[in-house]
Each structure stands twice: as structure tokens, then as C-alpha cells.
């Protein structure tokens, strides 16, 4: 069984920044694929950003060039580096973590931008 336990959420004004955190447990890290999901009120979860165990990435038309996803398989952790952030990120945001057919979620950290 994995555990992701999500942090780093929070208020920020638009223009903000804010890095989260996903620390998964077990020993499946490292061969996994790892993802950010979000979903707004009243809209169904979006994949925001995928990092795969080879390295390739994958995003989000709306957050090209504002996100970055990375990981550390030493520290079994997944980080979502959200920059420029706006008032259309605002949102619970997910950590996902797939090996073969199977499929982790997070708790999910609330996001919100906001003057």
C-alpha cells in the first residue's frame, strides 16, 4: 500500500508562487509515473502535470511555462513548482503516483489565488 501525503498549499496573490510537495511511501517510487491533478469547484479533476520514471513531462496547456513538475526518487517525493500563479489556479490540487495498474491519490492541498 503507498500513502502520498500532499503540502506546500495555501493563499497567494496573483503574480505568486508556491512549490508543493507529495511524499509518497514504499518502495515503488522511483518506477512509477507521477502526476498533479486538480479540481476546481464545480469542475471535474484536470491533469495539470505528469513526470514519468524515465524523465519525460507532460502539462497543461493553461500552465506551460509557469509550472514545473520535478521529483526526487532519493526522497521519494514529487514537487509542483507553480509560478505566475492566477485566480484560475485556484483549486484542490492532487498527487497521483501510477505503477503498472495501479493508482495512488493524495489527500489533495487546497490552492488559492487571491488579492
Known amino acids: 500500500q503507498v500513502q502520498l501525503v500532499e503540502s506546500g498549499g495555501g493563499l497567494v496573490q496573483p503574480g505568486g508562487s508556491l512549490r508543493l510537495s507529495c511524499a509518497a511511501s514504499?518502495?515503488?517510487?522511483?518506477?512509477?509515473?507521477t502526476g498533479w491533478y486538480r479540481q476546481a469547484p464545480g469542475k471535474q479533476r484536470e491533469l495539470v502535470a505528469i513526470?514519468?520514471?524515465?524523465?519525460?513531462?507532460n502539462y497543461a496547456e493553461s500552465v506551460k511555462g509557469r509550472f514545473t513538475i520535478s521529483r526526487d526518487n532519493d526522497k521519494n517525493t514529487v514537487y509542483l513548482q507553480m509560478n505566475s500563479l492566477k485566480p484560475e489556479d485556484t483549486a484542490v490540487y492532487y498527487c497521483?503516483?501510477?505503477?503498472?495498474?495501479?493508482?495512488?491519490w493524495g489527500q489533495g492541498t487546497q490552492v488559492t489565488v487571491s488579492s
Open positions: 497521483n503516483l501510477k505503477f503498472l495498474s495501479l493508482n495512488y
Open positions: 514504499g518502495s515503488m517510487f522511483s518506477r512509477s509515473a
Open positions: 513526470l514519468t520514471n524515465s524523465g519525460n513531462s
